[in-house]
């Protein structure tokens, strides 16, 4: 099992920037790719970004690409997401998540995920 700790979230007025954490424990073995899916009310969840747990490959989504910036610290298990310039369509409750590369080729895929974290919210006020 992997089990994944979100933190961060809050609220910021447009703008403004947050830095997400999430922490992994247990088999860290198994982690092929690491990702954050935020998920705003009566919205179904939305790839954000993600990172290869090994190598250098990140990806993100098209409506955050130049203002969110995903990384890692091996060393810690912990992964970031840096999110800049940040809107009111931005608020929504945010996870970070874990696939153990069942679909390595499907990185912004809900369904490439194994392990999810509790939720962090991030709130942008107009």
């Known amino acids: 099992q992997v089990q994944l700790v979100e933190s961060g979230g809050g609220l910021v007025q447009a703008g403004g920037s947050l830095r997400l954490s999430c922490r992994a424990s247990g088999r860290i073995f198994s982690i092929y790719v690491m990702g954050w899916f935020c998920q705003a009310p009566g919205k179904e969840r939305q790839f954000v970004a993600g990172?290869?747990?090994?190598?250098?490959?990140?990806y993100y989504g098209d409506s955050v690409k130049g203002r969110f910036t995903i990384s890692r610290d091996n060393a810690k298990n912990t992964v970031y997401l840096q999110m800049n310039s940040l809107k009111p369509e931005d608020t929504a409750v945010c996870y970070c998540?874990?696939?153990?590369?069942?679909?390595?080729?499907?990185?912004?895929?809900?369904?490439?995920?194994?392990?999810w974290g509790q939720g962090t919210q991030v709130t942008v006020s107009s």
């Open positions: 998540a874990a696939g153990r590369g069942r679909y390595p080729n499907s990185p912004r895929e809900l369904y490439a995920y194994d392990y």
């Open positions: 990172v290869r747990w090994s190598g250098d490959s990140t």
